[in-house]
T-cell receptor, first 112, second 108 residues
Framework: DTGVSQNPRHKITKRGQNVTFRCDPI?????LYWYRQTLGQGPEFLTY????????KSRLLSDRFSAERPKGSFSTLEIQRTEQGDSAMYLC??????????FGQGTRLTVV | KNEVEQSPQNLTAQEGEFITINCSYS?????LHWLQQHPGGGIVSLFM???GKKKHGRLIATINIQEKHSSLHITASHPRDSAVYIC??????????FGPGTRLSVLP
């Protein structure tokens, strides 16, 4: 197992386009978290899953954002009608319940 | 008041110095993580603590649950330690809340 994997690593998109990111957690990890980090700031919570259930969703997440974890393994984060303010690093982390969390390398989104 | 605060915000040290970064939080937690992030890079977990003290190489992390405070110490600092160090608390039964980070620069 090579750890938490995120794809793509970088994404440049035009304003108004839809984008989808993928996160593959460490095998057997039941929790999966999505965070957003803008330049010079700490990560901000977006949403998290326990298995396939989405347990919490931040108020930061507008209706344009949706996340899924259909089989309790990998997860996707989709942003519809992207805006320039969506430009950020999108981070995924996974853990087994309350044990140590491991982070992916992130997907850097640039909306032009 | 933020749920997780860190100090200092920025820190510049000379190679070899002993460094301390502090984290305080105001909520009930089940664990606390210290994370390291290099510029443009991903986040690496350094420690997860729920009590006491942990040591890994030149890094030491302590936590005082009663005082809601944790410290990260780096002994014999080196330029490759230059990074942002982030304190993240795992809320009981919930998600992580991150501190704002401490930007460390170690000069040769």
């Amino acid at each position: 197992d090579t750890g938490v994997s995120q794809n793509p690593r970088h994404k440049i998109t035009k304003r108004g386009q839809n984008v989808t990111f993928r996160c593959d957690p460490i095998s057997e990890h039941n929790r999966l978290y999505w965070y957003r980090q803008t330049l010079g700031q700490g990560p901000e919570f977006l949403t998290y899953f326990q298995n396939e259930a989405q347990l919490e969703k931040s108020r930061l997440l507008s209706d344009r954002f949706s996340a899924e974890r259909p089989k309790g393994s990998f997860s996707t984060l989709e942003i519809q009608r992207t805006e320039q303010g969506d430009s950020a690093m999108y981070l995924c982390a996974s853990s087994f319940s309350d044990t140590e969390a491991f982070f992916g390398q992130g997907t850097r989104l640039t909306v032009v | 008041k933020n749920e997780v605060e860190q100090s200092p915000q920025n820190l510049t040290a000379q190679e070899g110095e002993f460094i301390t970064i502090n984290c305080s939080y105001s909520v009930g937690i089940s664990a606390l993580h210290w994370l390291q992030q290099h510029p443009g890079g991903g986040i690496v977990s350094l420690f997860m603590l729920s009590s006491g003290k942990k040591k890994h190489g030149r890094l030491i992390a302590t936590i005082n649950i009663q005082e809601k405070h944790s410290s990260l110490h780096i002994t014999a600092s080196h330029p490759r330690d230059s990074a942002v160090y982030i304190c993240a608390v795992l809320l009981v039964g919930q998600n992580f809340v991150f501190g704002p980070g401490t930007r460390l620069s170690v000069l040769p």
